[in-house]
């Protein structure tokens, strides 16, 4: 399984970005899919995910600010992150699930109070 993650940049804060994660192959054979995320002295974190069965799970921190979806004709995944705080800022990882872990390049995202 191959990711190509893109999207990510400066924002200021209460703005908004999108970050994109395509896959090789068909999105419906993953267990799911998502964004984990790192700070800087911080262990990497879930953010949010979608399985295969489309369900979604988010963190707690950006549930109602963040939003994954994904357009299986493209097998694409895309997350849209709205009202951004400054403790958003992250080094974001798209991963897929298959019969293991598989990831993205590490995209920046970093978000200016």
């Known amino acids: 399984v191959q990711l190509q993650a893109s999207g990510g940049g400066l924002v200021q804060a209460g703005g908004s970005l999108t970050l994109s994660c395509t896959t090789s192959g068909s999105i419906y054979r993953l267990r799911d899919i998502g964004w984990y995320r790192q700070a800087p002295g911080n262990e990497r974190e879930l953010v949010a995910r979608i399985t295969g069965g489309g369900s979604t799970n988010y963190a707690d921190s950006v549930k109602g600010r963040f939003t994954i979806s994904r357009d299986v004709a493209k097998n694409t995944v895309h997350l849209q992150m709205n009202s951004l705080k400054a403790e958003d800022t992250a080094v974001y990882y798209c991963?897929?699930?298959?019969?293991?872990?598989?990831w993205g390049k590490g995209t920046e995202v970093t978000v200016s109070s």
């Open positions: 991963y897929a699930y298959y019969d293991m872990n598989y």
